[in-house]
């Protein structure tokens, strides 16, 4: 079988991809390469060897269990101990504790991080922003950032620790993984569960993103509840890969494994691209945020974020989050007399929010592709001033307004994160975000109405009324 490059683009763009979410799935490269009528048989065809990937403990119910089975020409066990890394890697957390991380009520913000400019692979380019929980403890996420500018060679990455939601930024991804080949597009977003073996390419050299890691628990479609049987992210435009496979003896090559949030390396003289069929609900898949379907009010008031979850990683609490990923994309806005834009809330979720493109609409300024923000439980938060000021003179008949040429996203959990040293000290904190809403004016006006309010109210009991009571 012809490999396609992993320098250009040359073939990527072409591949094919099995549609659905959540499927069983199964793929060939080579015709009659799946066993048939048993997962296990004593000589699997091609003389393959079966291997079993499992993304549920054993016995979790038929409902959640996930796991594929890989026809490849050696095992994944085949390869030298692991060592930890050297050098190490002193940005990455999966454990969030005083030790590693601490907690600020802060609102936070961050301008979009260069693109180094020593050669940077995926692995080197990833960094912890903040998170909560333990990926020993199978309950938490990190989110992540990433900023590269070369392909990963003669290595492999494994994640033991979590599945990683992969949103680019800048630059495409060409992702090789066990189970076949992704093209993941900034505005696309791609899904790698836990365990699986992949090689990122970076065709368009400088790349940034952002990586949500989740612990102990899959991403899975939101429930529509009374929109209906269709809507939001629909099942068929999740793009899982077909079977690519590659026999070479490649000495020296490395398979780089995140464990705890160390990375430890291990050594094997082939690659791990080797499944020449597989089948099974685990498997890597991608996603175009353009295909969402979002639904809004159509009359008055703003409707919540959730009602743009794309995909939600469940606590144990019903309707309770660990961790959902929701989007912002271009949309109409139409309710009449109501203040469009986010309100001013706190939430007991904490936000973590990214912009791919375009201006984020209750943002003005400052809030930059590629940046972010971080607004923990119960942090207030809202549109800045800017964006404030303009929507109040748009008046009480704003025609119809479409948000355009614009994607923000955001992380959201239930779960309260820690944040990183090395993201609390950066150069790249906007130390002066608190600004946006300083200049938020007091609007308020007694209006020759009585105040019934007893602080309006002068101890004599006269009623203030007009430029007296403050406005
Ligand atoms: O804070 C944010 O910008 C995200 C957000 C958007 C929205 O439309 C309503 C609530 C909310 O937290
Ligand atoms: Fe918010």
Known sequence: ?????????????????????????????LPGALPTGQNNPLLCPYGLYAEQISGTAFTAPRKQNQRSWLYRIKPSVTHEPFHPRIPGHKHL??????????????????????????????????????GAGSSFLRHGYAIHMYAANKSMDGCAFCNADGDFLIVPQKGRLLITTECGKLQVSPGEMVVLPQGFRFAIDLPDGPSRGYVAEVFGTHFQLPELGPIGANGLASPRDFLAPTAWFEESFLPGYTIVQKFGGEL?????????????????????????????CPYNTVLVDHGDPSINTVLTAPSDKVGVALLDFVIFPPRWLVAEHTFRPPYYHRNC???????????????????????????????????DTKTYEATIARGEDAEPLRISGTVAFMFESSLIPRVCPWALESPNVDADYYRCWIGLRSHFSC?????????????????????????
């Open 1 to 29: 079988m012809e490999k396609p490059s992993r320098d250009d683009s040359g073939g990527w763009a072409e591949l094919e991809y099995q549609s659905g979410f959540g499927n069983h799935f199964s793929s060939e490269a």
């Open 93 to 130: 957390v999966s454990e969030f504790n005083q030790l590693t991380s601490s907690v600020t009520p802060t609102q936070l913000r961050w301008k979009p991080a260069d693109v180094p400019d020593a050669p940077t692979d995926f692995i080197d380019g990833l960094y912890t922003i903040c």
């Open 264 to 292: 430890f390396t291990a050594k094997q003289d082939f690659s791990p691209f080797n499944v020449v069929a597989w089948h099974g609900n685990y498997v890597p898949y991608k996603y175009d945020l353009s295909k969402f």
């Open 349 to 383: 979720m904490s936000e973590f929010m990214g912009l791919i493109y375009g201006i984020y609409e209750a943002k003005a300024d400052g809030f930059l592709p590629g940046g972010a923000s971080l607004h923990s439980c119960m942090t207030p938060h809202g549109p």
């Open 447 to 471: 209006n020759g109405r009585q105040a019934v309010n007893s602080s309006l109210t002068a101890n004599s009991g006269e009623v203030l009324l007009g430029d007296k009571c403050g406005a």
